[in-house]
């Protein structure tokens, strides 16, 4: 896999972006805005809907007991 960063002001790097949107072998991600995912998580956060722990210790407890361990 290649990484290509281009400045898109210019205009011939906006006409190389949307060739390589037309291709096959390429899938362009622009990475200015999160994922759905990604939002749905700084929501439930925003919301109060996390679950904190006292300390890391705490929280494998809770993680080897929910799991068998």
């Known amino acids: 896999m290649t990484t290509i ?3 898109t002001r210019s205009s011939e790097a906006r006409k ?3 060739l390589l949107k037309k291709k096959r ?3 362009v991600l622009d990475n200015k805005s999160p994922n759905e995912e990604t939002l ?3 929501q439930e956060v925003e919301e109060g809907k996390v679950k904190s722990y006292a300390s890391v210790d705490e ?3 809770i993680l080897k007991t929910s799991s068998g361990v």
């Open 25 to 27: 072998y390429a899938r």
């Open 40 to 42: 749905k998580a700084i």
């Open 16 to 18: 190389i972006l949307e």
């Open 5 to 7: 960063i281009l400045d």
């Open 59 to 61: 929280l494998m407890a």
